[in-house]
């Protein structure tokens, strides 16, 4: 156990963490500043239930495919992806070091009769607890943690031999600083100022090497892109800004 903490010590920044708990209690107002997020999360969603449910060999159409399977959801904030996931059938375990987003998550997760196991803890501490998981989430996490490499290597130790690791974040390219940065806090106001740090962004290949390093094999890697047409995210050949992917052990 001592050994386990050692070798996983806590990544997160603070100020990250200061910075989302301000705006802890607008979660789920879907024309709040999360209302961007709402808007992507059926694509992420629809990401995590096919790669999951190809990787366990389960029925995507069916209403609970992940019945089940254990699931952490590590950064949960309010518990946006939580919950449908929950509904999908698995048992989710949500994580979040910023104590207003897991009350939020806990009050709007009672509300909805969902039992969701929701945690003020680091996936450093569950680790180091000797809990693994089916699934591992990070989903728009690593692009605000202080060490990636030592992130990742934590997020690869919570899951179990068979299991499987997922992961959305944004890429270090001058078309995300313009998009992700100036064009979605600045012009289009969609997230408060200052909520990314693009020197903290994070290329595919940087993130490839990381998860690689904890004997996990890349798998389906996609970008996700806003259509100003339609007002909706989709999966795309982009990575150049927004982008996902899945892991499992290699060999």
């Given at each position: 156990?001592?050994?386990?903490?050692?070798?996983?010590?806590?990544?997160?920044?603070?100020?990250?963490?200061?910075?989302?708990?301000?705006?802890?209690?607008?979660?789920w107002d879907q024309q709040g500043p999360m209302a961007v997020l709402h808007k992507f999360?059926?694509?992420?969603?629809?990401?995590?239930?096919?790669?999951?449910?190809?990787?366990?060999?389960?029925?995507?159409?069916?209403?609970?495919?992940?019945?089940?399977?254990?699931?952490?959801?590590?950064?949960?904030?309010?518990?946006?992806?939580?919950?449908?996931?929950?509904?999908l059938g698995a048992a989710v375990t949500g994580l979040d070091p910023a104590p207003t987003n897991i009350a939020v998550a806990r009050a709007h997760a009672?509300?909805?009769?969902?039992?969701?196991?929701?945690?003020?803890?680091?996936?450093?501490?569950?680790?180091?607890?000797?809990?693994?998981?089916?699934?591992?989430?990070?989903?728009?996490?690593?692009?605000?943690?202080?060490?990636?490499?030592?992130?990742?290597?934590?997020?690869?130790?919570?899951?179990?031999?068979?299991?499987?690791?997922?992961?959305?974040?944004?890429?270090?390219?001058?078309?995300?600083?313009?998009?992700?940065?100036?064009?979605?806090?600045?012009?289009?106001?969609?997230?408060?100022?200052?909520?990314?740090?693009?020197?903290?962004?994070?290329?595919?290949?940087?993130?490839?090497?990381?998860?690689?390093?904890?004997?996990?094999?890349?798998?389906?890697?996609?970008?996700?892109?806003?259509?100003?047409?339609?007002?909706?995210?989709?999966?795309?050949?982009?990575?150049?800004?927004?982008?996902?992917?899945?892991?499992?052990?290699?060999?």
């Amino acid at each position: 156990m001592v050994a386990a903490t050692e070798r996983f010590g806590s990544t997160i920044d603070p100020d990250e963490v200061a910075r989302f708990d301000a705006i802890a209690r607008d979660w789920w107002d879907q024309q709040g500043p999360m209302a961007v997020l709402h808007k992507f999360n059926p694509v992420r969603l629809a990401f995590v239930r096919d790669e999951a449910c190809a990787h366990f060999g389960r029925d995507p159409k069916r209403m609970r495919a992940l019945e089940g399977l254990s699931l952490v959801d590590i950064g949960c904030g309010g518990g946006v992806l939580s919950e449908p996931l929950a509904r999908l059938g698995a048992a989710v375990t949500g994580l979040d070091p910023a104590p207003t987003n897991i009350a939020v998550a806990r009050a709007h997760a009672g509300k909805s009769g969902l039992s969701i196991d929701y945690r003020e803890e680091t996936i450093e501490a569950v680790v180091a607890s000797g809990r693994r998981f089916d699934i591992v989430l990070a989903m728009e996490v690593v692009e605000h943690v202080a060490d990636v490499a030592a992130f990742v290597a934590a997020c690869c130790a919570a899951v179990k031999p068979d299991g499987l690791l997922v992961m959305a974040t944004i890429n270090r390219t001058l078309k995300s600083y313009a998009l992700a940065i100036v064009g979605a806090e600045y012009v289009l106001k969609w997230l408060p100022k200052g909520t990314h740090d693009w020197e903290k962004f994070v290329t595919p290949d940087e993130l490839g090497a990381a998860i690689e390093a904890g004997g996990f094999a890349l798998g389906t890697q996609t970008g996700v892109v806003f259509n100003p047409l339609s007002g909706r995210w989709a999966t795309s050949r982009d990575m150049d800004v927004n982008y996902m992917l899945a892991a499992s052990r290699s060999g």
